[in-house]
């Protein structure tokens, strides 16, 4: 994403250093041209209902971005579909997921008309019939199942084995059959599942192709109608060199296999996919040190800024903008934040670095922002979108005094 012309940093026809001297580091910055790309390539595969997962990047301007692209939104709590509506999406584009709705975030969605409120638990049928009869309303819902599947990524990310929280195990079927003649006021039209993020494995998009696909006949042969099956995000991306190549044709293929003689509406909630590799983080350096003969360089992003490093143990790929010689040292980049896990990568190889230069830390676009905090007292970070020779703030932090003013000391103290 980054290109450098004449040795100067580059994203799309915007220059890096433009950008620097408006905003302080550390920031996000997204490259529009990339997200269109990566969104058509993705429909164009897949076909027109997709559903872009908004817990990835939920910044308005983003959410604009992938609705003028007529994909859909998928959400996961009543701040998000809030969001969703607020950036311009059609009701009729959203789906509400979840494994924790509360009654508001329900009674919100019915009033709203969303395109499905997919469940994930038979109780939750019960509470969304309640209320559907409650305003009066007949609502379109899906069930999410969980097909059992172990889609081979870290146990942290993984949501689609019988074991994990997610969804309603496959082999209650008979039971929500019943419990649907119950829900007069209930139209169950959709299945859904996601077994995972960052899922690479061909075999496991395949069986739960299959699972979806028997489940969705069984439903119909009971005279329960599916029109949707959704089959979920999880799509992987390349953050590291050594990674699996992920082919998203291949699914293309195994998805003909599975379901090319049935009239189901397919549909997908891809979030990293779409945006991971359109964003990187910019981040300065703010001191360098050796500690028992490690080159630490200490950056101003941090754990709160990036999470992925300390929670997951993500690879993100660090690259310098300055590059004074051709000599290279062995770098450890660090945050500021007081915690052993606040380190982006250890042992990599960059040209000799001083304070004040800038970093880049590659494909942060998806779970970058959304995950970040203001643990340490730090702001938040602020986000950028370039789009060709143009440029815009899309989200602005507030100062870390505003954040200070907000607790509230009691009378008592
Ligand atoms: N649909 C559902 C129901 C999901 O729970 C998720 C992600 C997605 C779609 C989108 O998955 P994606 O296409 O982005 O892989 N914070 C973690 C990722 C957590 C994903 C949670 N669910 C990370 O930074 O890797």
Redesign the pocket.
Known sequence: MLEFKNQLPFIENTSLQEVIKVCETPFYLYSQDKIIQKVEMTKKVLGENI?F?V??NSNQAILKLMQSLNIGA?V?SLGELKRSLSAGFDPSKIIF??VGKSKDDLTFAIQKNIRLI?TESLEEIKLLQSLALEQNKYVDIGV?LNPNIDGGTIN??S?GKKTDK?GIEINEIENIINLMSDCKNLNLIGI?C?I????SNINAYKNTFIEMKKSADKFSLSGINIKHVDL????H?RYNKNDPEFKIENIKNELDDCFSKSNYELSF??????I?EAGILVTSIINAKQNGGINYLIVDAGMNTL??PA??N?YHEIEEITKKTDETMNYTVAGPICESSDIFVKNIHLTKQSIGDILIIKNTG??GKV?SSTYNTRALPTEVLINGENFAIIYAPDKIEKNIEEDIIPSWL
């Not at 995972?196 to 899922?199: C, H, K, V, Y």
């Not at 979920?232 to 799509?235: A, C, I, K, L, R």
């Not at 909630?269 to 779409?274: A, I, K, S, T, V």
């Open positions: 559903f997962s817990k990835s998928d996961v997921e979840g997919n999410r942290k990310i949501t997610f859904s996601h995972g993020s960052q899922i979920g995000g999880g799509f991306v909630e891809p979030g990293r996919y779409l991971a999470v992925r929670m997951y993500a998806a779970y995950m």
